[in-house]
């Protein structure tokens, strides 16, 4: 007599075995450590305005620290100008343009701290004092509460790449641009090294390919 049970067994065993294929990943992902909040990420809060938190995967070594100048050779003004729309909430970048909750930005690298026209400035910032230099605004960027505690400012950028994008995108906010600080020379002569080093594989000649095939040269006589 055929088992009245038969169909329920068969149905069970299949979603078993679709459980175990499927949910078996993903409860070792949960147990190693793995999971959706994993990794680091950026966080971006302007007076008191919008937050922005950019996150990715964990990196499994710490990159090498790259320094400031190499990093603007390589920035993206226009992808810091992307990045600076966030800001717009509490910054204007025009030439002569209003103030808002922060400063009006234009011709920020190299001003003096504190010091655009208009604006009423935290005590924290006029104690600062100094101009801001791209090193200056770097670490205020990285981190305005760590770099100047009580400042209005609140905002992380993490990533240095990041970070330089945004600094390029300000050079351009100048009838005069600030230079961009010179790379150091030990990651100049790195370049170098390695240019050279590429021009000579180019130009390694490829062995044998000057030696005439003795059969050849026999057969021509």
């Known amino acids: 007599m055929q088992d009245p049970l038969l169909s329920n067994k068969i149905a069970a065993a299949v979603l078993t075995a679709l459980l175990l294929i499927f949910g078996l990943p993903q409860l070792t992902k949960a147990l190693m450590g793995g999971g959706h909040h994993a990794g680091g990420g950026e966080l971006h809060l302007a007076y008191g305005g919008e937050l922005e938190l950019d996150t990715g995967g964990g990196a499994a070594e710490a990159a090498p620290e790259v320094d400031l100048g190499t990093l603007l050779a390589n ?67 990285e981190n305005s509460q760590a770099y100047i505690p009580g400042t209005a400012m609140v905002q992380r950028f993490a990533k240095p790449e990041q970070r330089a994008d945004l600094l390029a995108f300000l050079q351009t906010l100048s009838d005069s641009p600030v230079p961009f600080p010179a790379p150091t020379p030990a990651a100049a002569e790195e370049d170098a090294e390695l240019d050279t080093a590429e021009e000579a594989l180019e130009n390694e000649p490829v062995e044998g390919a000057g030696d005439a095939d003795p059969e050849t040269e026999e057969g021509a006589h």
């Open 75 to 141: 920035a993206s003004a226009s992808g810091g100008e992307r990045r600076a729309a966030l800001c717009k909430s509490c910054h204007t970048f025009d030439k002569g343009g209003a103030n808002g909750t922060g400063p009006n930005l234009w011709g920020v690298v190299g001003a003096q701290v504190a010091n655009h026209a208009g604006f009423n400035y935290t005590s924290a910032l006029k104690d600062a004092g100094g101009v801001w230099s791209y090193d200056r605004l770097d670490k205020y960027l």
